[in-house]
């Protein structure tokens, strides 16, 4: 109860705006790739490990980003929070702001990360917004392939995707 008392209303709302204000983040973009550099700084301001993971995709190169807060006593065991940070509309190239799909569900991950990051815990966490999701499912390919390369132990996935939707 007290980890969830930090998270903050008014935490969510900023960073669903601030992802929105990029006014589109699809694919390939320069609004995608600024809303992943400003996903990146936003987990590094908060002392996470974080790192850019390149993304191929019909038409080009994208890029994941990855924060990590390693665990005290078993650190190989891995929980990833995630979601995606690109958008879609019928005008992507110039208006597609996601505030549902998917801002809401990569605000809910970076404010995990914030209240997480202050808390000593025994597995590793790792933050991941995903890119070229509405395109195929490319960055969650890529992550998925490059953690079985390396044997992740992942001991749980959470997906957060469209979690302000109301119909």
Known sequence: DRILAEVSPANLRSQVQALQDFQTRYTSTAGCEAA???IYNYFSGLGL???FQDVPFTGGVSRNV???LTGRADPGD???LCSHYDSYSNQSLTFAPGADDNASGTAAVMEAGRVLSRYPLDFTV??????AEEIGLFGSKVYAQDARSRGDNIIGVINLDMIAYAD
């Open 49 to 51: 490990k974080v790192k």
């Open 126 to 131: 790792r933050f991941a917004a995903f890119t």
């Open 66 to 68: 990855v924060a990590e």
């Open 36 to 38: 992943g550099q400003y």
């Open 78 to 80: 891995v929980l990833i």
